[in-house]
């Protein structure tokens, strides 16, 4: 009996280490990446900050600061995002989303606020929305580029977002 004990104690001890979990690739985009554009009409720098969670789940915040590596001001836009990366086709939504109350700055607004004052909205994509992400060779920036559609006059303008962490 204590023979068939010590071969099952053995057995099971073998199987801890010699069963691992395949792990599958990490995306390329896990971790932040900041959009910094400065407008020099506000005076301000407008971010767009991604933290990409997993491989399926990011955030996105939009702020206002002084300065390109500032402190944050405020915010504009917050919301967590779903997406599929697949070579460089980028799928992307979003619905729920904290935003200022007027985000497309009609006149005597203000341009940002604290995260308890944005308001709640719901936004209904009448597409899946898609982009191309193309990375530098050393992949701590990338290009993205929204899809340009047929029935608009002008394509969205390419974005460069850079690795900050």
């Known amino acids: 009996m204590r023979y068939i004990c010590l071969l099952f104690i053995a057995a099971c001890t073998a199987s801890l280490f010699s069963c691992t979990d395949s792990e599958e690739p990490m995306s390329p985009l896990i971790g932040a990446w900041e959009n910094r554009e400065y407008v020099d009409s506000l005076n301000y720098w407008i971010v767009e900050r991604y933290d990409f969670v997993n491989d399926s789940t990011y955030d996105i915040n939009v702020t206002v600061r002084d300065t390109e590596g500032g402190e944050d001001l405020g915010y504009r836009f917050i919301t967590r995002?779903?997406?599929?990366?697949?070579?460089?086709?980028?799928?992307?939504?979003?619905?729920?989303?904290?935003?200022?109350?007027?985000?497309?700055?009609?006149?005597?607004?203000?341009?940002?606020?604290?995260?308890?004052?944005?308001?709640?909205?719901?936004?209904?994509?009448?597409?899946?929305?898609?982009?191309?992400?193309?990375?530098?060779?050393?992949?701590?920036?990338?290009?993205?580029?929204?899809?340009?559609?047929?029935?608009?006059?002008?394509?969205?303008?390419?974005?460069t977002y850079v690795r900050v962490n």
């Open 81 to 159: 995002g779903w997406y599929d990366y697949q070579g460089e086709d980028f799928t992307y939504y979003y619905s729920d989303v904290l935003m200022i109350e007027d985000y497309f700055l009609r006149e005597g607004n203000e341009l940002f606020a604290s995260k308890n004052d944005l308001r709640a909205v719901i936004i209904d994509f009448f597409r899946e929305p898609t982009a191309s992400l193309t990375f530098s060779s050393d992949r701590k920036q990338f290009v993205f580029q929204d899809e340009c559609l047929e029935y608009v006059d002008e394509c969205p303008v390419a974005k």
